[in-house]
């Protein structure tokens, strides 16, 4: 077995229905572990949800990462909802499935 695919800015939804704002490009083989599609998916969600709460273009989300100017962290509100908790330069915003909310400075 063997596909490809490309993951294209702008074009569908993540599993979690988020856009996905990244271009990829995955070739899928019999060697490839199943859920690769759906890193794939979940790290463009997060890199979208970034581009949104911090007003940020993909390039400049790429480039912060690899700089590890984010701080990012796991946790669940009062309502049991789970987000990633991230802080930039100053900034901190909740990411959740489907929506970001910006934290008062």
């Known amino acids: 077995m063997q596909s490809e695919f490309t993951l ?17 490009s995955l070739r ?6 199943p859920n690769a599609k759906e890193m794939y ?12 709460a911090f007003d940020l273009d993909e390039a400049a989300v790429i480039s ?3 700089r590890d100017a984010f701080s990012m962290t796991f946790d669940i509100d009062g309502n049991g909802n789970r987000f990633v908790l991230a802080e930039y330069e100053g900034r901190t915003a909740r990411l959740y499935a489907g929506a970001v909310k910006l934290e008062p400075h």
Do not use: H, N, W, Y
């Open 41 to 52: 998916e979940e790290i463009s969600a997060l890199v979208g949800g970034l581009m949104k």
């Open 64 to 66: 912060a990462l690899e």
């Open 8 to 24: 294209c800015r702008g074009q569908g939804l993540g599993q979690s229905g988020v856009p996905i704002f990244m271009e990829t």
């Open 28 to 33: 899928v083989t019999a060697d490839t572990p």
